[in-house]
């Protein structure tokens, strides 16, 4: 099993800045890819920012040049730098982990989520 824990949200107004955390733990033999969804008030879960174990990452447009994702490979944490937010940035940010367990079996996991509100 994979545990995955999320930390950084908060109350912010517009135009600062908050950092996630999210941590990978659990019988992990290599991750594939790291990321973060967000869920807004009666809207689906959206990608925000996913990242390859080969550093390559993924942006929604719509966080583009506010957001910054990074990882750290041998602490199984990836961040979430966010800049300028909005109140359209308002949700509970969810970590998703994409790993190779040590029975090389695929797992995806997900966390609790984090709240980030951004006032106007």
């Known amino acids: 099993q994979v545990q995955v824990a999320e930390s950084g949200g908060g109350f912010i107004q517009t135009g600062g800045s908050l950092r996630l955390s999210c941590e990978a733990s659990?019988?992990?033999?290599?991750?594939?890819?790291m990321g973060w969804y967000r869920q807004a008030p009666g809207k689906e879960r959206e990608l925000v920012a996913t990242i390859l174990r080969d550093g390559s990452t993924n942006y929604a447009e719509s966080v583009k040049g506010r957001f910054i994702i990074s990882r750290d490979n041998a602490e199984n944490t990836v961040f979430l730098q966010m800049n300028n937010l909005k109140p359209e940035d308002t949700g509970v940010y969810y970590c998703n982990t994409w790993i190779t367990d040590f029975n090389l079996r695929p797992l995806d996991s997900w966390g609790q989520g984090t709240q980030v509100t951004v006032s106007s």
């Open positions: 659990g019988k992990i033999l290599r991750i594939n890819s």
